[in-house]
């Protein structure tokens, strides 16, 4: 019932700006946690960041802190992921995640629901 859709992933160059979204139906949006996740090929999944249900709090992983900024705006049912300085090493899969806050949120760990993924890549 919990639906996560992604958007906004497409080509730029190194050094670039992108900003994907994922549009969540089918909950309550005040409590979930939610996360950013990529896969590129031949690599395992990683986790990019992770918001808390009402944004208070935030976790990046080290390859993002600086660069990227994840949010919500839980009145539009959305979450995003703002990428800045783009690097090659970048280039993946984006997939948004979504799980209940009832024990705390996973963070970079595993979730239940998750989007269909949005290619981002960057070209040198």
């Known amino acids: 019932q919990v639906h996560l859709v992604e958007s906004g992933g497409g080509s730029v160059q190194a050094g670039g700006s992108l900003r994907i979204s994922c549009v969540v139906s089918?909950?309550?949006?005040?409590?979930?946690?939610m996360g950013w996740f990529r896969q590129a090929p031949g690599k395992e999944r990683e986790g990019v960041a992770a918001?808390?249900?009402?944004?208070?709090?935030?976790y990046y992983a080290d390859s993002a802190k600086g660069r990227f900024t994840i949010s919500r705006d839980n009145a539009k049912d959305t979450l995003y992921l703002q990428m800045n300085g783009l690097k090659p090493e970048d280039t993946a899969m984006y997939y948004c995640?979504?799980?209940?806050?009832?024990?705390?949120?996973?963070?970079?760990?595993?979730?239940?629901?998750w989007g269909q993924g949005t290619q981002v890549t960057v070209s040198s």
């Open positions: 995640a979504a799980d209940r806050s009832l024990r705390g949120c996973p963070w970079l760990k595993s979730y239940n629901y």
């Open positions: 089918g909950y309550s949006a005040g409590h979930y946690c």
């Open positions: 918001i808390t249900p009402g944004g208070s709090s935030t």
